[in-house]
């Protein structure tokens, strides 16, 4: 018996191994879409936790979620990684109105921007300019603007494809608008909200006073689209227009919070590391459901994914679920800091960062020999309809691991719903869809089994099709 026993498993071992690269992808999404884990994971993260922003008590709660979820699935070594990061609350729900001169008053919809000031606490009152950059401010000068608050109000611009694109073309007026209406003696900023549609939320995000001393910065906060096209149409119709506002955000020292990093341990190079991530904190206006919960059940399941496909990695994989991606990018550069200081040789890192949406392919900060090894693996993924393979950027998380000889990537979903959600009270379970979640970790999946197969140093017409 025990003979029979050892035949049998040698010959499951031959049968393993003599699987097609088409065999193993399709177990992989056959595993994802019947059997998967994503959708249940990313239920109770959003649901029972909910928004989790850096310092705050639901971060902690995700914490202590993601590390007993990891350990649940019998990975060879799961532990937490210290990282200071900002805290920042909201404090009270933000109100804000605009006044005509003939002291009608009509009420809006604005949030905070992450790591603004308070307001009075009786609120701000003043006239208002509207720009659409920081070359409009300095044409209109201290004298046009102090004492007034800047309404910047351009636009994601509608006709890019990418809409990835489209928001890094006016992020900026968010990110840098209170520091450069500053310069000018502006008191407050009103931001359009980074969004391509037209609706009544108002949609949070970081912003900074880079080194502007305390008693110089001023408040800034998102306006819904809705309202910015009503603030800029009334502007027309009444340059005396007021604009009041009402934010009561504080900003207190960091705190400690951890990264969770779970690791399978390789079976041949146990000293090259994959990482595949997301980020578990989140803005607070919602439950972080898009950005990032689903990068992070996606890359949870990777490590699960292969496990139950049978699958032995040559290489250790890492899952990092990275803290304060969102104002901070703290978690992301303490690990790479760590790696350094270990001098451990990451070969190979991808990030889930872009939304649960349906998966069309990765961007790649590689090598040109390592993205024409991906673009051998194209038939790979064509029955899974993933088609977009293009040189780019990667993850703000997984940036920091960059070297001259390893592989970054990012997953793309499909875009053109993202900015609908993102940063807003509306990012929450119900806009995510199971299968859609499911296929972008099965994809995630294959892309971490090719490399880890055929390695990061390609040979020659390596196609990768076959074994």
Known sequence: MKKFLLLLLALSSITSYSQTDQEILKKIYSQSLTNGKSYEWLDYLSNQI??????????????????????????????????????????????????????QTTNVNICALGGSVATNPLGLKAKVIEVHDFKALEKLGEEQIKGKIVFFNRPMQEDLISTFNAYGGCVNQRYSGAVEAAKYGAVGVIVRSMNLRLDDLPHTGSMTYDNLPIEKRIPAAAI???????????????????????QSCSQYKDVLSHNVIGEITGSE???????????????????????????????????????????????????????????????????????????????????????????????F???????????????????????????????????????????????????????????????????????????????????????????????????????
């Open 50 to 103: 909910g928004g989790r922003l850096s310092g705050s008590i639901q971060a902690e709660f995700a914490v202590q979620w993601g590390k007993e979820e990891l350990e649940k699935l019998g990975l060879d070594k799961v532990w937490l990684q210290e990282v200071m990061v900002p805290k920042w609350v909201r404090g009270a729900k933000e109100y804000a109105f605009m006044e005509s001169s003939k002291k």
């Open 365 to 467: 900060d590689c090598s040109d020999a390592n993205f024409n090894q991906v673009l051998s693996w194209k038939p790979l993924f064509e029955p899974y309809l993933i088609h977009y393979f293009e040189k780019g950027g990667s993850g703000a998380d997984v940036g920091p691991l960059k070297n001259d000889s390893n592989v970054l990537a990012g997953l793309r979903p499909d875009s053109q719903r993202y900015f609908d959600h993102h940063h807003a009270a509306n990012d929450t379970f119900d806009a995510v869809n199971k299968r859609e979640l499911e296929l972008g970790a099965a994809t995630m999946t294959a892309l971490v089994y090719l490399f880890d197969k055929y390695g990061t140093n390609p040979l020659p017409k390596q196609s990768g099709v076959k074994n």
């Open 269 to 363: 190079f146990p000293n090259e590391y994959f990482v595949v991530g997301g980020h578990l904190d989140s803005w607070d206006l919602g439950d972080g459901s898009h950005d990032d919960g689903a990068g992070v059940v996606q890359s949870m399941d990777v490590l699960r994914l292969l496990k139950a496909s049978g699958i032995k990695p040559k290489r250790s994989i890492r899952v990092v679920l990275f803290m304060n991606e969102e104002n901070g990018l703290r978690g992301g550069n303490k690990y790479a800091e760590e790696a350094k200081r270990k001098n451990e040789n990451h070969v190979f890192a991808l990030e889930s960062d872009a939304g649960g949406f349906t998966p069309r392919g990765f961007s």
């Open 224 to 246: 819904s689209t809705n309202d910015a096209e009503l603030l800029s149409t009334s502007l027309k119709l009444d340059e005396n227009l007021e604009f009041y506002f009402k």
